[in-house]
């Protein structure tokens, strides 16, 4: 794979795309090994992380071979950072499995969209209470739709869209949360989104793997095998599609995007998520949560056009010290499955 430095912004969002795209099948591979394989949440996002780490392992030590001077060891991007590793670890496996959860009682579409688009609207509140980060009247905007979002998703779900569609979005928070205490973590940390981010994420999912086993033995860590192959296949999937490939090219991708073009270009994963809950599962959105949920993705777009109108606002700003424009700062909106 091409460095992220030497990719065009067409690249950058091809690969954004099929990250996402990887991402919104993600919670149907699950939903089918719950059936296939009668396992629960916390175990099937073990397998996920489990295959996925092997994965992510191989393509470190590919990166290695090719690019010594340029991939960091996995110790040296531990070292770094260790306590910041293991928090990022495990918000990581609560707020995929989380997810899993609620899609599990809520349905697929609803808790995809709930969980991406509540995570930047907890991320912009907690930055603006924690961090001291203002947002301009977009921004504004993003959280009131996130709010009459939630709470019209909240009103309108019924037994139609999941068998518990209110714990489904209590779970769907929760995973936002999870996304949203871990973006904060790399704000706050000053973490680079460039060098060393692979190997951040390779170390962040061995973390996450150690903390679910646990959790994982007690719900019930081994799948049925009455379909041994297509259950395989699944775990498979999961820990390849929407976890290895989709990370390595979504951190690919950033470092050719800017992260407002990530954030709207990342909407495409609620749409196939949806498109998947209706023709292959036959959910159905009654008037009320169609309503709720393009409001809330609606919360998404504000934050996209807050970050751009602060990025255009630094680039005008001269530093009064250095006596030129100051770049933009660098952040990301992304939530990820």
Avoid at 57 to 77: E, G, K, Q, T
Avoid at 317 to 323: F, I, R, V
Wanted: proline fraction near 4%; hydrophobic fraction near 50%.
């Amino acid at each position: 794979m091409q460095s992220s430095s030497a990719l065009s912004v067409r690249q950058g969002v091809l690969y954004v795309a099929i990250a996402a795209t990887a991402w919104g099948t993600g919670g149907a591979a699950a939903a089918e090994l719950y059936d296939v394989g009668g396992i629960g949440p916390i175990a099937t996002s073990f397998w996920r992380f489990l295959s996925g780490l092997g994965l992510l392992l191989a393509a470190h030590l590919v990166r290695r071979s090719r690019r010594p001077s340029d991939a960091l060891s996995l110790r040296a991007a531990f070292a770094a950072n260790p306590r910041r590793t293991m928090i990022t670890g495990l918000g990581l496996a609560v707020y995929q499995t989380a997810y899993f959860a609620a899609v599990q009682q809520a349905g697929l579409t609803v808790a995809t969209v709930v969980t991406l688009g509540s995570g930047p609207v907890l991320v912009a509140a907690g930055a603006r209470l924690t961090l001291g980060e203002r947002t301009g009247a977009a921004g504004a905007a993003a959280v009131g739709c996130g709010v009459v979002g939630l709470v019209l998703l909240m009103g309108g779900a019924d037994a139609s869209i999941g068998p518990a569609p209110v714990l489904g979005i209590g779970y769907a928070l929760l995973s936002a949360a999870g996304y949203a205490g871990v973006t904060l973590l790399g704000r706050f940390s000053g973490r680079e989104k460039g060098s060393g981010a692979f190997e951040s994420t390779v170390t962040g999912f061995a973390v996450g793997t150690v903390c679910l086993l646990p959790m994982a033995l007690m719900e019930g860590l081994v799948p049925d095998m009455e379909r041994p192959a297509w259950t395989l296949s699944l775990i498979l999937y999961l820990g390849a599609a929407p976890t290895a490939l989709a990370y390595t090219l979504f951190f690919a991708g950033l470092g050719a995007l800017r992260a407002t073009t990530a954030s709207v270009v990342a909407l495409i994963e609620p749409l196939t998520a949806a498109v998947i809950g209706v023709l292959l599962f036959g959910e159905r959105l009654n008037a009320i949560v169609l309503t709720g949920t393009a409001t809330l993705l609606f919360a998404v777009l504000f934050l996209a056009v807050d970050e751009g109108s602060g990025r255009a606002t630094s680039r005008r700003t001269p530093d009064p010290d250095l006596g030129h424009d100051q770049p933009a700062s660098q952040s990301t909106l992304r939530a990820k499955d």
